[in-house]
DNA sequence: CTATGTTTTCAGAAGAGATTGAAAGAAAAA
DNA sequence: TTTTTCTTTCAATCTCTTCTGAAAACATAG
């Protein structure tokens, strides 16, 4: 029927990696449609036009021109052109430690920072404008310390985290000897938070 | 009006961390509620009944009955009793860390697992059972060639990934040493893919 | 300038996923 | 046993996200 055979065994591999990936994709927050796109201009390994990604993955033209606006601005694929050809040519990132890293960059930007302003915004509240040298008079209420312990921990995490993700974000291999170091200073000693544990979170 | 007073400075301060949770939540894959579920738990600390949670939060029993079961099934909530009480009470985990090695393990459980399975047949298909003695007679033609390759790249980058999350998620500190090493070993050297080398899993 | 080819936008349609609420199920008390 | 209390289930409903398609915007050539 269709002028490309749609059965040889590349093009089935090619199809099933895009459908593969695609569920990955939605199970981690990012459009399905999207990370087919991304799979096949990463699978097909060559540059492919609007025209080329629509047909292949029978999706309109709006969806297509919007996934792949939003994946240029995830900085894992970028615009090629042909000569003589007045079409917008686009490929994917072909290292996957590269893309890997560039996703990271982006999650790390988008939603751990955000999150990280609120943490501090909710911190203000019960710990508010908390100097170094400013001792409070007065003890706070048992409720409002446990509550700041637990919220400290956890910003103390995604500190760690973030400092951990320069690891992996920096092109240089060398962010990564940080990383490793504060992974063995942070994990494997989920330190001093709870003095006499009662127990409960091995089980867990 | 309400029996609890609901603008105290604690209470604020939990309501807003629940909303950030449930935002972050939301990003990654897990619905609001579950998210939010599990956030009053965290930030409150102590045991909550189902009663307690749909008040807080506002929601119906079935929705609150169903994000705790799935909260349990992720290993970051337990159950717990009140003497003379009928009602089962839930809490979170409270060490961030361990809350954070269990999301990490039942992910990779849930969606690498699949995914590494599905991406093996995938290669089955342009690599049909290739025992290592038995040589293609053949090369295969270059499109398959790349084809593969990329594929295999693929393939390795989530075989390190699972090894190096076995740092994270192995309660010893000990899985945490490999998974430096793995670190040191591949993120550093992005490129060793790409040439001749027919062995791609050394140190797996 | 107009004509032609290409990309972006966005309101409405379609679809996917979350939520409710009432009924059924379970388990302990009487 | 029956009653009471609490928990789970799931079809219907609602909400939010994604997708479409046609129009508008843009760009290049003539």
Redo the contacts between chains.
């Keep these: 029927m269709s002028t490309r055979p749609t059965s040889d ?2 093009t ?3 199809d ?2 895009v459908a ?1 990936w695609g ?2 994709g ?4 990012i459009s399905r449609t999207m990370a087919e796109v991304h799979a096949l201009l ?2 097909t ?1 060559e540059p492919l036009c609007t025209d080329d990604i629509m047909e292949r993955l029978e999706i309109s033209r709006g969806n297509a021109s919007m996934s792949l606006r939003a994946l240029l601005e995830w900085g894992i694929v970028s615009r090629t052109h042909k000569r003589g050809d007045r079409k917008e040519y686009f490929q994917a990132e ?5 893309l ?1 890293r560039a996703i990271v960059r982006e999650r790390i930007k ?2 751990v920072d955000p ?1 990280m302003a ?2 501090y ?2 911190r203000d ?2 710990q508010p404008h908390q100097r170094a040298d400013a001792r409070p008079s007065f003890a706070p209420p048992a ?2 310390a ?2 700041n312990r ?2 400290d ?2 910003i ?2 995604f500190r760690t985290l973030e400092t951990l993700s320069q ?2 974000v920096s092109p240089s ?1 060398r962010g ?2 940080i ?2 170091s504060v ?2 200073g ?5 330190r001093a ?2 003095p006499a544990r009662p127990g ?5």
């Excluded at 939605?26 to 927050?29: D, I, K, P, T, V």
């Excluded at 409960?200 to 867990?204: R, T």
Aim: aromatic share 12%; hydrophobic share 45%; net charge negative.
């Design positions: 065994a590349l089935q591999a090619q099933q990696f593969v569920q990955m939605s199970a981690w927050g990463y699978i390994g072909q290292h996957v430690w590269t890997f988008r939603e999150l609120s943490l915004e909710i509240i019960t409720a409002i446990d509550h637990r919220l921990e956890m103390d995490f690891g992996f291999g990564l000897e990383a490793a992974l063995s942070s994990v494997t000693g989920p938070a709870e409960e979170g091995e089980s867990l």
